[in-house]
């Protein structure tokens, strides 16, 4: 059971590439999450999914797209990325929302846009 | 007024010390609490729950007070291996959950 697993761990861009990263669950959760994290910052919500099909924006969505194919993964691409993306991603899973619910997390993406 | 406000710290207390950590939340409507350990560089994980009646894990103790609107952890008995960012996590009950910015512990030998 690996829980959630992130891909890749470590990634450089240029400004203006573009990436796509993996997040899979073997939880059989219906919410998925993308948040990030940077200094001095609590994790803010970049997108998140209720169910396989669905997505939705988040705190901060501009420069970020995501799919959700399939209930086990939720990927996260970055169209054009630019330097103020440079952050750890994070993806979680949660049962459901609300009361006593938590959500777990993938060991993390860290990303350099130079 | 930040959503979820903690104090950073750090707090450098000696192994075997007992130490507390408190977490303010704006919206009285919330509906669960956590508290989760990051280690540095690496992903938070859940430590425990945070339930209306208070909650024990081992070392670990979390209170609630929904009058104060904060919640609270203490750590007996401190091990070198608690030295952590400790994220307090607040719950509105929809996708939404929001995260302190963390309180930083040391634990000194």
């Known amino acids: 059971n690996a829980g959630v697993t992130q891909t890749p761990k470590f990634r450089v861009l240029k400004t203006g590439q573009s990436m796509t990263l993996l997040c899979a669950q073997d939880?059989?959760?219906?919410?998925m999450y993308w948040y990030r994290q940077d200094p001095g910052m609590g994790l803010r919500l970049i997108h998140y999914s209720v169910g396989e099909g669905t997505t939705a924006k988040g705190e901060v969505p501009d420069g970020y797209n995501v799919s959700r194919l399939k209930k086990q993964n939720f990927l996260l691409g970055l169209e054009s990325a630019a330097p103020s993306q440079t952050s750890v991603y994070f993806c979680?899973?949660?049962?459901?929302?609300?009361?006593?619910?938590?959500?777990?997390f993938g060991p993390g993406t860290r990303l350099t846009v130079t | 007024r930040k959503e979820v406000e903690q104090d950073p710290g750090p707090f450098n207390v000696p192994e075997g010390a007992t130490v507390a950590f408190n977490c303010t939340y704006s919206?009285?409507?919330?509906?669960?609490f956590f508290w989760y350990r990051q280690d540095c560089r690496k992903e938070p994980k859940l430590l425990m729950s945070?339930?209306?009646s208070g909650n024990e894990d081992g070392r670990f103790t979390a209170q609630l007070n929904r009058a104060s609107q904060y919640i609270s952890l203490l750590i007996r008995d401190s091990k070198l291996s608690d030295s952590a960012t400790y994220l307090c996590?607040?719950?509105?009950?929809?996708?939404?959950?929001?995260f302190g910015t963390g309180t930083r512990l040391k634990v000194l030998a």
């Open positions: 996590v607040v719950n509105e009950g929809t996708y939404k959950y929001i």
């Open positions: 919206n009285s409507a919330s509906q669960s």
């Open positions: 945070v339930y209306s």
């Open positions: 939880m059989n959760h219906e919410y």
């Open positions: 979680a899973s949660s049962y459901l929302f609300g009361p006593r619910n938590e959500q777990y």
